[in-house]
């Protein structure tokens, strides 16, 4: 194959090479959750040892037959060798202190939310929170809500209920909980406090 030296390739080769790609990971990924060598897949498959390697390295592209045959020795749908192929994949990048700040119950002055980015649509499955506590209060809001909570302590001591037991939260611990039960912040001990909250939905997030 000889390389082509102009820099502006055609973008349909680049999309080629994508599947390619996409193809080498999935039929790779599977032979080895069957836990067969190169060769014992190649065999059952019914295409040569060097075949296979050249599919599992993105050297070639497979004709329809082949990509067929692989998927039935694979034991998975045709489809399965193209996932995440087209997939759109979003990412949210918050700098330190960039975060949104949001008003939620109970928010007061001294108590600051910062949300630390948040994904669209289907891929929204959580919910992270930065969360600053630097006045005292005597009265908490409780939570209720969908999915499993875990908070991560990093600053200061808190007393942290859910349902009918208490916490004491310190730098460096960690509490994860079912959201459905109450919960919230029930005495605030060592001030500042700065604490992590990230919530976890199932694949139809309730707010």
């Given amino acids: 194959m000889t390389e082509h030296p102009e820099p502006a390739a055609d973008p349909r080769d680049s999309?080629?090479?994508?599947?390619?790609?996409?193809i080498a990971i999935r039929a790779r990924e599977y032979r080895q959750a069957a836990g067969m060598s190169v060769g014992e897949m190649a065999q059952r498959v019914g295409i040569s040892k060097a075949m296979l390697s050249k599919i599992e390295n993105a050297q070639t592209a497979c004709s329809l037959t082949t990509?067929?045959?692989?998927?039935r020795g694979l034991?998975?749908?045709v489809t399965a060798l193209f996932r995440g192929m087209d997939d759109e994949r979003e990412a949210v990048f918050v700098p330190a202190g960039h975060g949104a700040r949001i008003v939620r119950r109970g928010t007061r002055v001294g108590h600051e939310y910062a949300q630390l980015g948040s994904l669209r649509g289907a891929?929204?499955?959580m919910d992270a929170l930065l969360v600053t506590l630097t006045e005292s209060s005597e009265i908490f809001p409780l939570f209720q809500h969908a999915g499993t909570e875990i908070i991560y302590m990093l600053e200061g001591v808190m007393v942290y209920g859910h349902g009918k037991?208490?916490?004491t939260l310190r730098a460096g611990d960690a509490l994860q909980f079912d959201g459905e039960a109450p919960h919230g912040p029930e005495r605030l001990v060592e001030l500042p406090i700065r604490f992590l909250t990230v919530t976890a939905f199932g694949d139809s997030p309730h707010h």
């Fill in 123 to 125: 891929h929204k499955r």
């Fill in 67 to 71: 990509l067929s045959r692989l998927a």
């Fill in 15 to 22: 999309d080629d090479k994508a599947l390619e790609r996409v």
């Fill in 75 to 77: 034991g998975v749908p």
């Fill in 165 to 167: 037991s208490s916490y």
